[in-house]
């Protein structure tokens, strides 16, 4: 997610837009790879400790699109530094990490969202529309399947994989798009 999340504020500095972000700082665990993302996506520099970023003063949003167990401890801390936050889902590894995260920043007063991006997928946003002008009539039942084959082939020892990194598994990791791509839809 974090690719995603680079190449589309890197395309906001190139569109008509009131507002064009200015990538100040990327972090990441590993240095090397972090400093090629930095250059590939035109980030102002590389850091590997996300505790920089949220002392930063040019850091107005922290992004955080990390492993999973990186979700909750970072992003509250960026709230609690008053600054604005967008973070993947999960938002943390049990209910009571991402309820305090909530609570942190509704007591911080800075905008908050999760990262559900299927929101944003053309066909989604056209059944919504459907859905909304009544062209459905009244939806009683939603049914939905998560049809990637990407872990198939994918390295085992990606976070994803191990529990400790990931959290909850395929049906929080994934399912929870599901979750909310109908909440979304149809309330």
């Given at each position: ?30 240095r090397?790879?972090v ?20 002392a ?11 492993p ?12 609690r530094?008053g600054?604005?936050?967008?973070c ?33 997928v ?6 919504r ?9 009244e ?18 020892e ?16 994934l399912?929870?798009?599901?979750v909310?791509?109908a909440r979304?839809?149809?309330?």
């Amino acid at each position: 997610m974090g690719r995603a999340h680079s190449r589309a504020l890197l395309a906001l500095q190139h569109l008509d837009v009131p507002l064009r972000p200015e990538l100040v700082s990327i972090s990441g665990r590993n240095r090397e790879a972090v400093e090629r993302a930095r250059r590939l996506w035109d980030w102002g520099e590389a850091v590997t400790d996300w505790r920089e970023q949220v002392a930063d003063a040019r850091v107005g949003i922290f992004d955080n699109a990390g492993p999973n167990a990186a979700h909750a401890e970072p992003t509250i801390a960026a709230a609690r530094a008053g600054k604005h936050v967008l973070c993947e889902k999960p938002l943390g590894l049990t209910a009571g990490e991402s309820y305090e995260l909530w609570q942190v920043a509704e007591a911080a007063g800075v905008h908050h969202l999760c990262g559900f991006n299927y929101r944003f997928v053309p066909a989604v946003r056209l059944a919504r529309e459907l859905v909304q002008a009544g062209e459905l009539g009244e939806i009683v039942h939603f049914r939905a399947r998560y049809l990637q084959s990407w872990g198939w082939d994918a390295d085992p020892e990606l976070w994803r994989f191990d529990q400790a990194e990931a959290g909850s598994g395929a049906i929080g990791d994934l399912g929870a798009h599901i979750v909310d791509i109908a909440r979304y839809l149809v309330g």
